[in-house]
Each structure stands twice: as C-alpha cells, then as structure tokens.
C-alpha cells in the first residue's frame, strides 16, 4: 500500500520534469521570482526603508555596472567608498534609486498580484461555471446572458474602467484583474462541468438525495480539476501583461509602489535613449516572468488537459513504432507519420 | 442556416441589454460625478457656477433608475445623447472616431493573418526544423514582451538614429492615403506582433493535427503535390479552431487599442476614452463601450456563421 502510494504520490510533478523540461525549468524560474519576492528585504542590495526605495541624489541615472569598462567601474566604486553601498549592477534610475532593488521589489507587487489573481479569479469561474452547470434551467439562462454580455466588452475597456471606479492599488488591481478574467473563464468551466454533470455518479447522488451544492464540491468539481488546474496556470502570464500595461497608462499600483510597468511608464519611456536600462531592465523581467509562465501553463495544459490526452495531440509516431514492434515483434517499414509517407512517396 | 441566424440576433438583444446595464451601473458607482468635474474645472476658470443649475442641465438631478431609462430610450431611437463636456453629440464623436479604431484593429488582424498562417502552416509542414524552431522562439518572444515596451523603442529609437517618426496627425484612409498609413502601418504591425505569436502557434498546433489524418494520407498517396496537400487538404480542414482563435481575439484587439492610441497619439475610441474616463462624460463613455460590445458580439456572429461555411459538418443549435 505504501509503496503504491509512493509510486502515484506525485506523477504530476515527475511528468512536468520528465516530459517538459522546459515547463519544468520555467517552474523553478517562478519559485525563484516567488522567492526573491519574499525575502526582497535581505537580497536587495538597496533594500526599502520605511516603505520606500533609498534615494541617492549624487548618483542618479548611473550606467548599470555590469555593462561599465574598468575605468567606469573605478570611478563608479569611488562614487561608492564616499556614499557606501553596493554597486549598482543594473544602474540607477533619475532619483538614484537601485534598478535592480526596485526590480526585485517589482517581483513582489507582481507575484502578489499573480498568485492572488490566479486564485480569486479560478474561484469565481468555478463558482459561476459549476452553478450554472448544476443548477441549469431559468439560472443558467440568465447567468451566461450575463456572461456573454460581459465578455463582449473589451477587456482593456473594463479593465480601465474599474480600475478607475476603485482607484489606484494592489487590492484594487487584484479584484479588477481577476473579476474579469474570473467571469470570462467560467465559460470553459461550465461546458466542462456539462461534460460530467449527467455522468452515472452524479445520478446516483440525485438519487441517494445529494443536494445542488453536495454535488457540486463533491463530484463535478474533482472531476472537472485538471481543467480546472490548466485554466488556473494559462492565466498567470495574462495577469502580469495586464498589470504591467494598465501601470503604464497610470492606472495600476499606487504611486510609490515598485512595479515593472509603472517603471517603464514613468521613466523609461522618457529617459529610453539616454538611460535604455530604466525601460529595458524592467522590460526583460517582464518578458522573461510571461515567458516562463506561458510555459508552466502550456506544459500543464499538456500534461492535464484531458481533452489532450491520447488524441492526435500527443501522437508520436516514433513511440507508436516502438510499440508496434514490440507487439508484433517485426520493425514497421512505414509508420503512419507525415514524414513517413511524405519522403517514400517522392522517392517511389 | 437563416433560422439559426435569425435566432442569434435575437439573443443579442438580451445581451445588449446586459450591456447597457452594466456599463450604466459602472458609470455610476465611478467615484465623483460629471457635476464635480466640471463645477470644479469652471470654478477653476474664474466663472460663477449655480450647481443645481447645472445638475438638471446635465440632467443629473433625476434618480439614476430614471436616468437609465431615459438613456435608453434614446439608445433605442439611435439617440445615444450628447457629450457632457464636448459640445457634440456622442453618435458625431463615435461617428468619427469609430472608423479610426477599427481600421487600427482590422489592419492589425490583417497582419496577424498575414503573418501567422502561412508562417504556421510552414512551422507544421517542417516540424521541427530550422524554421519551426527559428519561428517558434520568435512567437513565445512576441508574445512575452508587452506591447508597450515595444512601441516606445519603436518610437524612441529609430527617430534617435534615423530620423524617422511615425504621423503624429491624423489623416482620413480615402483623403490622404500615404499620410494614413504612414500613422497606421507601424502601430499595427506593433499590434500584431503579440497577436501573431499567439496565432502562429495555433496554426501550427491544429496544421499538425490535421496532417496525422487519414485523408492527408491520401492525398499523399494520390500522388498530389506538397502545395496541394498543404493548402487544399491540411489547410483548410485546420481553419476552425484557428477561426475560433481569431474571432476570441478581435475583442482583444479593439479594446487593447488603447494603450497604441495613446502612444501613437491616433485619435481613436480608446483615447477618447481615457479622456472621457477622467472627466466622468458619462454618456461618451457609455455611448463608446456600447458600440464597441455590439461590434464585437457582431464579429462573434460572424465567425459562428464561418463555421458552419467552413465545416457543413458542424451543429448550429
């Protein structure tokens, strides 16, 4: 029983970094953002002080020092024996402040914002898809009226107008950003929960007397989890695109606080040619965060996704050869592969 | 066919009254009122405000129910009522703004087409070759940068260096045609980057799918060339899920307009917007969200009537 229990305990994560080594890496990349946020006090070089990032008058707008000669570098680590200090590896921005502090930071408005939204907004389209589902009839109707309504309005539309309704914020940019995307992505919620609303386990609930809300926790939403799961992780990398350009047009976080965007916006923009790192910096840990988590969500979407599972999509016309073989005990001279067919029959 | 037409344009009625509903709520529950505004700005100006003069002026002393109701009465007379701030009629300003966003936004999906099918479908019909890979790198990388990052290096850099800018002043498609791309063409490829990596994916996944069938086997053994298979076998049976896609991003693509508006300073819906948002013009703002929502519930309409076009085989109920 253990042992069967070791082997099972944790497929997921052994697939992710069996099979998609790239979502895998993408994985500890987040941890490792998730971490620096975290403990942003002890790893920033220049780390916050009464809430606010330190300011250096005398050496604003400073070149990063990893991309300095050795003669930038000495008169740099003058600059710093008099002020104290580490260097400033990716430069300063025009008050003085640390790029790289504020970046590191940035991560943690970012990765509040991500987990926060990821779970707010998968909870209200469970809530809303699993409903409607279950209960059906006059409040579905009414429901994914409601629904299509919302989604037809553009989401930069709505975004802005919420953020203006509440105002400028984290908690605000949390509700504004997973509402939204919370209402919109009850939809794939719903039809999967139609999928298995009508399944025997669900009538046999009916039937022992399971009421609405038994059935919901209890049957349709574990069996509806990997969807679940995957539209959880597909919306991280939204999340940060989203932050990132309502800071930019100055309706995201509160003034003062570090984030990527607002960075961009408010100096890099203005200062790209004679400063590019106060808009290129913070450029990179933007992409780099989407990128990692377009990734993890692509990788769980594959690994999870039923609708994936032994269909076309996972084909793999080597592993089915293999199969063949060792089934038949005979190699397969041709294989049901594109490639296969493609190069016999322009050599015949 | 007609029927399920039919039927669909009657369920957009309801929704376009979900619509208008929310956007009124919204417009209300916005903290300050349009009153606040602009007694605030004439006070500023050195003029003598009566408020309540101006609050049934703006016609803002009735109760919001009323208001509401008003407003939509007139909606329903094509009336979508007059600007709070600007002397003009809301239908005048979409009347003249609306053409700019949605050639911004057809031109943009123009260039995601252009760009992301046939790239796709040679991704597929190369898989994992030098161009699969060279073009998938390039699609996650579009898609990780945000769009503003890159309109401002576009913007900033190549005038350093070059001296070239895009128009700042907006000229009409039939009146100036150079002058009108000359401000469109690189905010909209902009757009699309992001937007093509998204597609080119897609495209690829489903091409990918489709070449594993039975019948592009057959075409292969036919004897029918790599073109013909590719485009009259692979393509065209991949196209509904890449339809799907392109239909779900259209809303992206005209309300995530706002932020090229505002860089490109293109005098479009969503800078109308921003403005409006600031001064609480209600009814531009109402006005705006409404005709963009019905727009792009007509586009969904389109591309469920392309479904079944495209593929005879699929159920409309």
Redesign the interface.
Known sequence: MKKNRKKTGRPFLRDLFKKKPLAAASLIFLLLLFAAAIFADFIAPYPMTDGAMQVDVFSKLQKPYLFMNAAERESARALLAVSGGAPHWLGTDTLGRDVLSYLIYGARTSIILCVSCCVLSTLISVVIGTLSAVLGGWVDLIVQ??V???????????L???M??L?NGIPQLIFALSVPSGIGGSRMIRSAAMGVKDAGYNKMSDLMGGTSGWKMLRHVVPNILPIIIVAAAGSL?GVI?ME??LS??GYGVAIGTPSW?YL??NQ??SY??VAPWL?FAP?AA???T??AA??FGDGVRDLLDPRLKGG??S?DSKKIAKKVARLTGVLPERV????F??TS?KEG | MGKYIVKRILLLI??????CV??FA??R???GSALDFMVKRLTAAGQNVDVETLRVRLGLDKPAVTQFFIWIGGVMRGDLGNSLFQYESVGGIIARELPVTLELGFLELFWTILFSVPLGLWCAAR?DGIPDYTFRVFA??F???????VA??VL??PA?WWGYAPNIKYAGLFQDFRANMGMFLVPSIIGALAQTGMQLRMVR?CCL?T???DF??TA??K?CG?GRVLVRHVFRNSMIPVVTVIGGSV??V??????LE?LFNIPGV?QQ??TA??QRDYTV?QG??LV???I??LI?LIVDICYKWLDPRVELD
């Open positions: 009226r409601f299509d309504g919302w989604q037809c309005i553009p989401a930069m539309l709505m802005l107008v919420i203006s309704m105002g990398a695109l990132s350009s930019f047009l965007g961009i916006s890099g923009k790209m040619y808009a450029g933007i992409a780099l989407v990128f377009n990734m076309v999509g084909y049901p592969g594109e490639r067919i493609h029959v | 309801p929704t376009v009254l979900v619509v929310l956007t919204m417009m529950m916005l903290p898989q996650i990388i898609m990780a940068i945000p769009t503003f990052l401002s290096v900033v850099y350093a996944t799918e070449m594993r069938t592009v086997r292969w053994a004897g790599e809303a992206g005209f309300g995530g307009n706002v932020i505002n969503g917007l921003i948002l600031d703002i705006c969200v963009m929502a019905v792009v519930m969904n």
